[in-house]
């Protein structure tokens, strides 16, 4: 069997495994050549500066769900720099599934939850009994978030090498 196969092979049953766990999968059996965490890091960036400028606007909704879109990219550029990619939206769940090289601290940990609770309230407006998300988002909770996706931001700068 080629490695071409191998690696197919490989990546198919973790795939299998993966589906049937849940939504996320983290696939670590990548060629090293693939290291894409240099794109990720500089969108989640971005997304950071998106952040703000929505606060900066009033729109705290799309503040809450620009400061998510910022941790979820950082996490991933941890995990491309690692070798490996992962699919899913969850922060939490995919920095649980980080090498156990890699400690995350509770503080992260902890705004990686706070971040997970926008994902969808942040956009839909089923997310709530009554109302659109506008309504439920403020200053001070787009302060919050930015701040949350800061702290994960750098968290996963410092351990990207």
């Known amino acids: 069997m080629s490695i071409a196969r191998s690696i197919a092979a ?12 849940g939504a996320i ?3 670590y059996v990548r060629t090293r050549d693939m ?3 240099a794109d990720w890091l500089k969108q989640a960036e971005r997304d950071l500066q998106v952040a703000e400028n929505s606060a900066a606007t009033g729109h705290h909704e799309w503040a809450a769900f620009a400061a998510h879109q910022c941790a979820e990219k950082a996490v991933k550029a941890l995990v491309q720099s690692l070798h490996g990619s992962v699919r899913g939206h969850g922060i939490t769940e995919i920095l649980r599934s980080v ?5 995350v601290p509770e503080e992260v940990m902890e705004a990686a939850g706070e971040l997970d609770r926008v994902y969808l309230t942040s956009r839909h407006p089923n997310g709530f009994v009554v109302g659109s998300p506008g309504d439920y988002f403020s200053e001070g909770s787009s302060k ?6 800061g702290t994960i931001l750098e968290f996963c700068r410092s351990q990207i090498h």
């Open 35 to 37: 290291n894409r965490a």
């Open 10 to 21: 490989a990546r198919a049953t973790l795939m299998r495994r993966h589906r049937m766990a």
């Open 99 to 103: 090498p156990s090289s890699v400690v």
């Open 25 to 27: 999968v983290l696939d």
């Open 144 to 149: 919050r978030y930015i701040a949350w996706s």
